[in-house]
């Protein structure tokens, strides 16, 4: 607070007046309440403040169920926490829901001798408890005039009814970088980064209780809603197979011939012989009906192709059992934000081994391999032990060195300082995970990386056969567009661009052009370069500096650059 208040009394020095000196105190005062209430924490430059909890007005929603085709009619009860983790935006949403009908149509209600709209009272407990939303997207109110919205997905949850347990819906934070965040407008366009943070820190610093109210009035848009009915579905199918089986036993009763409808004695007997043809169309009517009955009701009902995962949907670098233990309350954003704001954005400990895991089955044999494949040779040596080319990496703990993760990865960057790494998984493609080795995203393009980060850069290899740079995040900042890529040792770097020297920022803007045929390495931001790689060259060394600045032209020539440490005395 002291850095807070000598800023802001600097800022108002030039309050001559009584009324100047008087508005800048109240200024101080009201940033130090602000700051207080808001419960701001403050971690070098990451600064995180405590979700806001905000339960919204009761949302109706009815639509058609694209996998039956029933007409389905519900209520959402929902809460959004937002947050600021470490800098980042931070939210979760969560509800509660009430089936009121489902409306079925006519032949499907007529085969199960039920009514066209079932309301929650008519469907039994034990199927009702069964039917659960996989997913419910709907869009929260950000202001009280309802400019500006979030789109947010509610996770998975059963429904909520008079017999029932209110379920409060099991969700996973989100939290992204704020290009990504996608707060939408009056007009149905996306806000830009900077009212998009503006919108999220007026919304979690919204202390007045009447401000919070006539945002909470608003009801959430429900956007998009996938339900599994199954379990409805196949009750139907029950109820449409016992109407089918009682009104078919009367006629199967009188088809139940007592003996052949020929006797060598009688012949045929013409009342037997229809009694028995009746049977056997019964008979197969019933087994044509059960089999269309099972077709409408309870096809395709568990092929999980659309059954949302917890452990797939966590970005977060908190562990899924860790998040599970405060899942399905209506404070789970708050209690989920306090586990999350001790790891996220922060570098683990961890550094990585190879371990005798191989990713592919080895053969028990013993085997000959090269004593070193690099070289064109016929020496093998031979081992009792058989040789893996893809051996696994581990992460350990540095402090302990105890496991941190299993061995399940074939290459990896490394953490960052943003708790991130990439991992080459055995499948041999690549991902980002956090520090609790949650998936964050695929790197679908990424062949390998080169060295560590420095500079908040690492140089990474594309598909392309090209070079690249991502940030701490894993974000492209720098186009694999380059045959070369040296490492930022400093804020530049050199590449190379079509068979030229040159060099680049670390925003992959262009501070020297790449016309040089040589070049040396970066070095306290200076670079030397000259226009002819042959030996016999009479061209001159030029000494740059990280401004593109020609600051000397040397007198050394030839293929080898001069020692820079000499020419920057």
């Not at 939303?133 to 059963?158: P, T, V």
């Not at 409808?261 to 009906?289: H, I, V």
């Not at 990439?422 to 790197?443: G, Y």
Request: charged share 20%; with cysteine; glycine share 6%.
């Amino acid at each position: 607070m002291k850095r807070l208040f000598a800023k802001i009394t600097n800022c108002n020095a030039y309050a001559v007046s009584t009324a100047g000196v008087y508005r800048a105190l109240q200024g101080i005062m009201l940033t130090a309440m602000l700051l207080m209430a808001a419960d701001i924490v403050v971690a070098g430059e990451q600064k995180s403040i405590k979700p806001k909890e905000i339960r919204y007005a009761t949302s109706r929603w009815q639509g058609i169920d694209d996998d039956s085709g029933y007409q389905v009619t519900l209520e959402l009860n929902s809460n959004l926490s937002m947050g600021i983790v470490k800098n980042d935006p931070y939210y979760l949403c969560s509800g509660t829901w009430n089936l009121i009908e489902i409306a079925i149509p006519e032949h499907d209600a007529l085969l199960a001798d039920v009514n066209v709209k079932q309301r929650n009272q008519d469907i039994p407990a034990s199927v009702l408890e069964k039917i659960s939303l996989r997913q419910l997207k709907a869009q929260f109110a950000l202001d009280k005039q309802n400019n500006f919205d979030l789109a947010c997905e509610l996770g998975q949850f059963s429904p909520s009814s008079s017999s029932l347990h209110a379920t409060v819906s099991h969700n996973i934070p989100s939290i992204i970088d704020w290009q990504k965040l996608i707060i939408n407008s009056i007009d149905n366009q996306y806000v830009n980064q900077t009212l998009a943070k503006d919108v999220v820190y007026d919304f979690v610093g919204t202390l007045r209780k009447d401000t919070t109210a006539k945002i909470a009035q608003h009801q959430p848009r429900i956007v998009d809603v996938d339900i599994d009915l199954s379990a409805f579905k196949i009750w139907l199918g029950e109820q449409a197979q016992q109407k089918l089986l009682s009104t078919a036993d009367a006629e199967l009763d009188l088809a139940n011939v007592q003996g052949l409808a020929y006797t060598e004695s009688q012949g045929f007997n013409e009342l037997q012989f229809d009694r028995f043809m009746q049977g056997l169309y019964e008979q197969k009517r019933l087994n044509e009906g059960t089999r269309k009955i099972e077709q409408r009701f309870t096809t395709n009902l568990f092929s999980g192709e659309n059954q949302i995962q917890i452990g797939d949907t966590n970005r977060t670098c908190a562990s899924t059992d860790a998040l599970s233990e405060v899942m399905g309350s209506w404070f789970s954003g708050t209690s989920m934000f306090q586990i999350i704001d001790k790891c996220h954005g922060v570098a683990p400990d961890y550094g990585f081994v190879k371990t005798e895991h191989c990713a592919i089955e080895l053969s028990p044999t013993p085997v000959f391999h090269p004593i070193d494949e690099t070289l064109a040779t016929d020496e093998f040596v031979h081992t009792s032990t058989p040789y893996c080319p893809k051996p696994l990496l581990q992460f350990v703990s540095l402090k302990n060195g105890n496991p941190a993760s299993r061995a399940m990865f074939l290459q990896t960057s490394g953490f960052s300082k943003q708790g991130l790494a990439a991992v080459q998984l055995i499948d041999e493609q690549w991902q980002v995970v956090t520090s609790a080795f949650n998936r964050l995203k695929p790197l679908p393009d990424v062949v390998g990386f080169r060295g560590g980060f420095h500079h908040e850069r690492i140089v990474f290899k594309s598909s392309n056969g090209l070079y690249g740079a991502m940030d701490p995040k894993f974000n492209v900042i720098v186009a694999p567009i380059f045959e070369e890529i040296q490492s930022f040792s400093s804020k530049v770097t050199r590449v190379k661009y079509q068979g030229n020297y040159g060099v680049i920022d670390k925003a992959g803007q262009w501070i020297v052009p790449a016309k040089f045929a040589k070049a040396g390495f970066v070095e306290n931001g200076h670079i030397l370069v000259g226009d002819s790689d042959s030996e016999q060259s009479t061209s001159p060394w030029l000494l740059i500096n990280s401004e593109g600045v020609l600051l000397k032209q040397t007198t050394h020539v030839g293929h080898i650059p001069p020692p820079m440490h000499a020419l920057l005395k």
